[in-house]
């Protein structure tokens, strides 16, 4: 199933500060967690673009950097909206390897009549694995002007569908697409 009016947003500009290294070329599976989330979302999307904070050589897809340098996700998503030729994108961290197709269809279900679709994992909103609409994008640079570069804080400006975690296990039972790699922990027990 292809979702047509959307773009996948890969961010891939992160520190990765208390990973050590960066993430996006973090092995796991014989593949980069980039090429992981790639694939997934090139069997989802027409478009699939990478938010970087500058260029990285030898990726085939798409690349934007940010308008306005260090300002974490939030920038990285304004860039990857700004530059996409679709309504709607869906955004997705480069360190989310276990991303499931049927959760983001199930996702794309609640889009009308809203700026997001967002979901909500143990009561927390999870903004890197959500739709956000084109007509977001002024609030978005509203926010981040104001320099609340929060993504919390840019969804309280936002017409937001939260999507509970009844729905979400519907399609993924254990939430697996929601687990990111953040420590070298993280990457260890993704790797079992």
Do not use: N
Not at 52 to 66: A, W
Not at 88 to 105: G, H, I, Q, R
Not at 143 to 148: N, P, Q, R
């Amino acid at each position: 199933m292809s979702i047509e009016d959307c773009t996948a947003l890969i961010l891939a500009g992160g520190d990765s500060r208390r990973m050590g290294q960066d993430k996006a070329t973090l092995v796991l599976d014989g593949k980069s967690l980039l090429e992981r989330v790639t694939g997934t979302m090139q069997a989802i999307f027409p478009r699939v673009i990478v938010s970087v904070r500058q260029q990285r050589v030898g990726l085939e897809l798409r690349q934007v950097c940010d308008e306005v340098t260090a300002s974490g996700p939030l920038a990285g998503l304004i860039a990857g909206l700004a530059q996409a030729e679709t309504p709607w994108v869906f955004a997705v961290a480069c360190d989310m390897p276990f991303v499931s197709p049927a959760l983001v269809v199930k996702l794309a279900d609640f889009r009308a009549g809203h700026q997001a679709v967002v979901p909500m994992v143990g009561g927390h909103p999870q903004p890197l694995a959500a739709f956000y609409a084109a007509s977001a994008l002024e609030a978005m640079r509203t926010s981040l002007a104001s320099g609340d570069l929060s993504l919390r804080g840019m969804l309280g400006k936002l017409d937001v569908c939260f999507v509970d975690e009844a729905e979400l296990r519907a399609c993924d039972p254990q939430l697996r697409s929601f687990f990111d790699l953040d420590t070298p922990q993280d990457v260890a027990a993704a790797r079992q």
